[in-house]
């Protein structure tokens, strides 16, 4: 019994060891300044996402970046796209390995489409841990009321 009991806790260990932050998911605010392309980056608990990467990748060249630099102390990035290029262009906010944001910013002969940007979904990389939890949760409780009910010592 002792071991299915240490079995348990390991597996409620693994399961429940804290991922990633929720506060370090990127949530991107874009808008239109004088002509420009303008967005701001920031975590999930409001800190500005500084310094971090931005690539620019236009629709003729959707593999190389036609502009690259970084957000400044306020998470903040400026650009105007070409008009002459017509298309979606791509803007890579961040390293892509632990948090960042995709925006397409389609742009016309009139200029950024600001009402057809469309945000890259967010994935919830840490959901299933939060099941499990749960889960093993639910069944210990389970367990540990039919350990009570049959008035059994199990320890």
């Not at 998911?25 to 409001?46: K, L, R």
């Not at 190389?64 to 002459?84: I, K």
């Amino acid at each position: 019994m002792k071991k299915l009991l240490l079995l348990l806790a390991l597996v409620f260990s693994l399961f429940t060891v804290p991922g990633a932050a929720w506060a370090h998911s990127v949530e991107t605010d874009y808008w239109m300044n004088s002509g420009q392309f303008q967005f701001a980056s920031m975590f999930g608990d409001g800190a500005p996402f500084e310094d971090a990467p931005v690539r620019v990748y236009s629709p003729d060249n959707p593999d190389e970046p036609v502009l690259e630099g970084t957000t400044d102390a306020a998470g903040s990035f400026t650009f105007t796209p070409d008009p002459d290029v017509e298309g979606d262009w791509t803007i890579r906010i961040g390293d892509m390995t632990n948090h960042g944001d995709i925006l397409t910013v389609p742009v016309n002969e009139a200029g950024v489409e600001i009402d057809e940007i469309v945000q890259a979904p967010h994935a919830a990389p840490h959901w299933w841990q939060r099941q499990v939890g749960v889960a093993t949760a639910a069944f210990s409780g389970g367990l540990g009321s039919v350990a009570v009910f049959r008035r059994r010592r199990w320890f």
